[in-house]
Nanobody
């Protein structure tokens, strides 16, 4: 059974930093496009950032210059470095893996930006 497990969420002050990690198991990680999505209260889930198997990245305009996505295929892990966070970054963050018509989600991790 495929598993994506997120970690690293929590409470952070505005302007601070947080690093999310997602570890995948039972998939050929290297072929998957990996992404981070988020769902804020009362809003639809949205793409935050993605990275292809070849390392091409894509970011939502709202996080460009602040967030960085990276992957480590040897560890089957994708990371999201979040800097200069804002209260509007508060959401549940989900890890996603997509390849060859298959789409997998992690259970999500809460990120709260508040003073």
């Amino acid at each position: 059974q495929v598993q994506l497990v997120e970690s690293g969420g929590g409470l952070v002050q505005p302007g601070g930093s947080l690093r999310l990690s997602c570890t995948a198991s039972r998939i050929i990680f290297r072929i998957y496009t990996m992404g981070w999505y988020r769902r804020a209260p009362g809003k639809q889930r949205e793409l935050v950032a993605s990275i292809t198997s070849g390392g091409i990245t894509n970011y939502a305009d709202s996080v460009k210059g602040r967030f960085t996505i990276s992957r480590d295929s040897a560890k089957s892990t994708v990371n999201l470095q979040m800097n200069s966070v804002k209260p509007e970054d508060t959401a549940v963050y989900y890890c996603n893996g997509n390849a060859q018509g298959l789409n997998y989600w992690g259970p999500g991790t809460q990120v709260t930006v508040s003073s």
